[in-house]
């Protein structure tokens, strides 16, 4: 077969021939040593048939020594894949060499092996066992003149030796062992809190081998030996993997993300449980798989068919997207995990799918028997570098222990090898369960900082985060008509502001609302109304009595009535209202007016520093051209008293009072008075006037007051 001596055999092993440097030297003798039943008898019968099978008409041959009859060799063989009857006998010889060491001299042995050899004109001989040889000779020299016979007279037939024995590595200083050209050795090792077996190449003369110990399992297959980092290794990078980013489908994170992660990043996904990671990495696989990229999940705690059920949960028909080779799932149950097969499963697996998007559920329970930093961080940082090289995204799924809810992941050594770290939390607010996201870390790309809340709903994961519109500078003013407050603020109005109504309980803020709406319908712009206090239906009710054409209104789409207290807006929670705000405001026609009636609910629910916050968040981010915002709010607030500076969030402020006004205003008469308190860049009348709430007009000032007075 091979006329170089310089030539390989290759074993054809999966790894074998990369640890040995591409495999046995022509020609060279070589030990397999190991204790009984480790596999080296598979080894060598594996290794037997596939050179055979990879080079017809070349011949091989096993030849059984006093260790264990070839009759027995013969019917356990035949039981895995790798046997191959067509060529069994034709390529592949047995002969059994038990009679011949039982009568002959070892020099007359020799000759025996020898002459079968060049009979057959093989080209690779394997002797099993030669720890049997040795342990018949009392003669130590008599043995070692064997042992340098056969060495120089199977080379000299161009044959390569595999001489295997029941040795312990304590054994290595025998003379067989220092005339060989290789020594492999097979045992056993305790690793990663498991029981394996190991294989390692402690000598093989003229290569460059692999010395680290390598695991391996023994199936139907044969034997295979696990090499997870020589796989991803040996991967051709793919160039410029990280010229895009790939949305997450998660609403909210995406715009935290400036779109999504950059292709080529590993990112760690932790949380305790229950805070939706398999949610938030099902709805990125099932995004991702609907705008055509493939997804696959290595699942170490839910089966295929769990995973399934929860993805139907959310109307995610993931049985269906497999079907369509869009998504692949890959259930390995947590008794079974074994770190380097599965490490290299993971890395066989991506190179023949090739998806572009990855989840490791659970990361952490993959890693659950590794106790050793160092091996932890290796692991990560391999699969990391398979998601780099294959321009993909990967999620990796960290359980955080629940009496340790600060750290950002299981281990903590994991966000310091991979790109990114988003952490998932809860806690629990007024007697509700509240969810929060947080971007930890995203290596060189741009991302919004800080904690933000966040819901599992029918829909998936939802986070409560829009980015502040940007406001055209150079924008036209858009006038703002409202006609019953012309008398105090005059008819120079314009969008672009935050208004403020409080009043006495019964005094009309309802009407002066729906006086603002309904100025906003006639002259052409649209209005969403928050309704706090009242349900929706005397919501409705309150604008008819304005003169509101409401059914028309909203058929026209230039209306919207929403309950504050529903699902939709969730007032009581302000991260989700201002959120939800935004999502309804978004989709509104313009010019706009936003009016919320009242905010009493959250001045009562929350502490004076987060209602100022909500406050100014939600009209620093509303203040554009074309919008206007009207928040209605009970006079005598504790929160404005309390703290002034809330005011400073409104350009204009308007109080309507009831009749135990201050003495100052006692002199004006009336019922009901209103004021404007503030009026930002206007000019405004800030006296009081009287005024009255009519049928069909709604409120009506009395502009006359001081010119009676005058008259008096």
Same mark, same amino acid.
């Given at each position: 077969?091979?006329?170089?001596?310089?030539?390989?055999?290759?074993?054809?092993?999966?790894?074998?021939?990369?640890?040995?440097?591409?495999?046995?030297?022509?020609?060279?003798?070589?030990?397999?040593?190991?204790?009984?039943?480790?596999?080296?008898?598979?080894?060598?019968?594996?290794?037997?048939?596939?050179?055979?099978?990879?080079?017809?008409?070349?011949?091989?041959?096993?030849?059984? &020594?006093?260790?264990?009859?070839?009759?027995?060799?013969?019917?356990?063989?035949?039981?895995?894949?790798?046997?191959?009857?067509?060529?069994?006998?034709?390529?592949?010889?047995?002969?059994?060499?038990?009679?011949?060491?039982?009568?002959?001299?070892?020099?007359?042995?020799?000759?025996?092996?020898?002459?079968?050899? =060049?009979?057959?004109?093989?080209?690779?001989?394997?002797?099993?066992?030669?720890?049997?040889?040795?342990?018949?000779?009392?003669?130590?020299?008599?043995?070692?003149?064997?042992?340098?016979?056969?060495?120089?007279?199977?080379?000299?037939?161009?044959?390569?030796?595999?001489?295997?024995?029941?040795?312990? =590595?304590?054994?290595?200083?025998?003379?067989?062992?220092?005339?060989?050209?290789?020594?492999?050795?097979?045992?056993?090792?305790?690793?990663?809190?498991?029981? %394996?077996?190991?294989?390692?190449?402690?000598?093989?003369?003229?290569?460059?081998?692999?010395?680290?110990?390598?695991?391996?399992?023994?199936?139907?297959?044969?034997?295979?030996?696990?090499?997870?980092?020589?796989?991803?290794?040996?991967?051709?990078?793919?160039?410029?993997?990280?010229?895009?980013?790939? +949305?997450?489908?998660?609403?909210?994170?995406?715009?935290?993300?400036?779109?999504?992660?950059?292709?080529?990043?590993?990112?760690?996904?932790?949380?305790?449980?229950?805070?939706?990671?398999?949610?938030?990495?099902?709805?990125?696989?099932?995004?991702?798989?609907?705008?055509?990229?493939?997804?696959?999940?290595?699942?170490?705690?839910?089966?295929?068919?769990?995973?399934?059920?929860?993805?139907?949960?959310?109307?995610?028909?993931?049985?269906?997207?497999?079907? %369509?080779?869009?998504?692949?799932?890959?259930?390995?149950?947590?008794?079974?995990?074994?770190?380097?097969?599965?490490?290299?499963?993971?890395?066989?697996?991506?190179? =023949?799918?090739?998806?572009?998007?990855?989840?490791?559920?659970?990361?952490?329970?993959?890693?659950?028997?590794?106790?050793?930093?160092?091996?932890?961080?290796?692991? &990560?940082?391999? /699969?990391?570098?398979?998601?780099?090289?294959?321009?993909?995204?990967? /999620?990796?799924?960290?359980?955080?222990?629940?009496?340790?809810?600060?750290?950002?992941?299981?281990?903590?050594?994991?966000?310091?090898?991979? *790109?990114?770290?988003?952490?998932?939390?809860?806690?629990?607010?007024?007697?509700?369960?509240?969810?929060?996201?947080?971007?930890?870390?995203?290596?060189?790309?741009?991302?919004?900082?800080?904690?933000?809340?966040?819901?599992?709903?029918?829909?998936?994961?939802?986070?409560?985060?829009?980015?502040?519109?940007?406001?055209?500078?150079?924008?036209?003013?858009?006038?703002?008509?409202?006609?019953?407050?012309? $008398?105090? #603020?005059?008819?120079?109005?314009?969008?672009?502001?935050?208004?403020?109504?409080?009043?006495?309980?019964?005094?009309?803020?309802?009407?002066?609302?729906?006086?603002?709406?309904?100025?906003?319908?006639?002259?052409?712009?649209?209005?969403?109304?928050?309704?706090?206090?009242?349900?929706?239906?005397?919501?409705?009710?309150?604008?008819?009595?304005?003169?509101?054409?409401?059914?028309?209104? #909203?058929?026209?789409?230039?209306?919207?009535?929403?309950?504050?207290?529903?699902?939709?807006?969730?007032?009581?929670?302000?991260?989700?209202?201002?959120?939800?705000?935004?999502?309804?405001?978004?989709?509104?026609?313009? $010019?706009?007016?936003?009016?919320? *009636?009242?905010?009493?609910?959250?001045?009562?629910?929350?502490?004076?520093?987060?209602?100022?916050?909500?406050?100014?968040?939600?009209?620093?981010?509303?203040?554009? +051209?074309?919008?206007?915002?009207?928040?209605?709010?009970?006079?005598?607030?504790?929160?404005?008293?309390?703290?002034?500076?809330?005011?400073?969030?409104?350009?204009?402020?308007?109080?309507? !009072?009831?009749?135990?006004?201050?003495?100052?205003?006692?002199?004006?008469?009336?019922?009901?008075?209103? %004021?404007?308190?503030?009026?930002?860049? !206007?000019?405004?009348?800030?006296?009081?006037?009287?005024?009255?709430?009519?049928?069909?007009?709604?409120?009506?000032?009395?502009?006359?007051?001081?010119?009676?007075?005058?008259?008096?």
């Amino acid at each position: 077969m091979m006329a170089d001596s310089h030539d390989l055999i290759e074993t054809g092993i999966v790894n074998l021939d990369m640890i040995l440097g591409g495999g046995l030297p022509a020609y060279s003798l070589n030990m397999l040593a190991g204790p009984p039943g480790i596999g080296k008898t598979i080894l060598t019968q594996q290794i037997l048939f596939s050179i055979a099978r990879a080079n017809p008409g070349l011949k091989v041959i096993y030849m059984s &020594t006093l260790s264990e009859p070839l009759v027995k060799v013969l019917r356990f063989v035949r039981r895995f894949e790798f046997y191959d009857q067509e060529i069994f006998e034709k390529q592949v010889v047995y002969r059994d060499l038990g009679i011949e060491l039982s009568r002959m001299p070892l020099n007359e042995v020799t000759a025996v092996i020898l002459a079968a050899v =060049e009979a057959e004109d093989a080209v690779l001989l394997v002797l099993d066992s030669f720890k049997a040889i040795r342990d018949l000779t009392a003669d130590v020299t008599e043995f070692r003149r064997f042992c340098y016979e056969l060495s120089i007279n199977l080379a000299s037939a161009q044959c390569t030796t595999l001489l295997v024995g029941e040795y312990e =590595e304590t054994n290595e200083t025998w003379l067989e062992f220092a005339m060989a050209d290789g020594i492999i050795f097979m045992g056993t090792q305790s690793a990663h809190g498991e029981e %394996q077996r190991f294989l390692q190449v402690k000598k093989l003369r003229g290569q460059s081998p692999f010395v680290a110990r390598f695991p391996f399992n023994i199936s139907q297959q044969g034997i295979r030996v696990f090499s997870p980092s020589f796989a991803i290794r040996r991967r051709e990078p793919v160039v410029e993997v990280e010229d895009r980013v790939m +949305p997450t489908g998660i609403p909210g994170l995406d715009e935290l993300l400036q779109g999504g992660i950059p292709t080529g990043r590993t990112v760690i996904v932790s949380g305790v449980s229950g805070t939706g990671k398999t949610t938030a990495a099902l709805q990125f696989l099932v995004t991702g798989a609907l705008r055509g990229e493939r997804g696959m999940i290595f699942s170490f705690e839910e089966s295929a068919d769990r995973l399934r059920r929860i993805a139907n949960s959310f109307g995610w028909d993931l049985n269906a997207l497999e079907e %369509q080779g869009l998504i692949r799932v890959v259930f390995v149950p947590q008794t079974d995990i074994s770190l380097d097969r599965d490490l290299e499963q993971m890395s066989n697996q991506l190179e =023949e799918f090739r998806p572009q998007r990855l989840i490791v559920d659970s990361f952490s329970v993959f890693l659950y028997r590794v106790e050793d930093a160092a091996t932890q961080r290796e692991k &990560t940082y391999l /699969l990391a570098t398979l998601v780099q090289r294959l321009g993909a995204v990967g /999620l990796l799924i960290s359980d955080v222990p629940a009496d340790q809810p600060g750290r950002v992941s299981r281990f903590g050594v994991e966000e310091t090898v991979v *790109d990114g770290t988003i952490v998932l939390s809860s806690e629990m607010v007024n007697l509700q369960r509240r969810r929060y996201l947080e971007i930890i870390k995203m290596r060189a790309a741009n991302h919004v900082t800080g904690r933000h809340r966040m819901e599992i709903s029918a829909r998936g994961l939802q986070v409560f985060y829009a980015a502040t519109p940007q406001a055209d500078e150079l924008a036209e003013p858009v006038p703002l008509p409202f006609g019953a407050l012309a $008398p105090l #603020l005059g008819t120079n109005l314009y969008h672009g502001g935050a208004w403020l109504l409080r009043g006495d309980p019964g005094a009309g803020k309802t009407t002066l609302a729906g006086q603002f709406i309904a100025a906003g319908l006639a002259a052409g712009g649209s209005a969403l109304l928050l309704s706090n206090d009242v349900p929706v239906f005397r919501a409705r009710r309150a604008l008819l009595r304005v003169g509101i054409d409401v059914d028309a209104a #909203l058929a026209a789409g230039r209306l919207r009535i929403l309950d504050g207290f529903s699902d939709e807006i969730g007032s009581g929670d302000p991260e989700a209202f201002l959120y939800r705000l935004a999502a309804a405001v978004a989709v509104m026609p313009r $010019p706009l007016r936003v009016v919320i *009636d009242s905010l009493t609910p959250q001045e009562v629910t929350f502490d004076a520093k987060a209602f100022a916050w909500l406050i100014h968040r939600k009209n620093r981010r509303y203040r554009l +051209p074309d919008v206007t915002l009207f928040d209605v709010m009970r006079r005598g607030s504790d929160h404005v008293s309390a703290d002034a500076d809330l005011l400073s969030a409104y350009d204009v402020v308007v109080d309507l !009072m009831q009749a135990d006004q201050p003495a100052p205003l006692a002199f004006i008469g009336g019922p009901r008075l209103i %004021q404007v308190r503030k009026a930002r860049a !206007m000019v405004a009348d800030y006296r009081p006037y009287p005024y009255e709430l009519v049928d069909d007009r709604g409120l009506v000032i009395d502009t006359e007051t001081y010119e009676r007075m005058a008259t008096r």
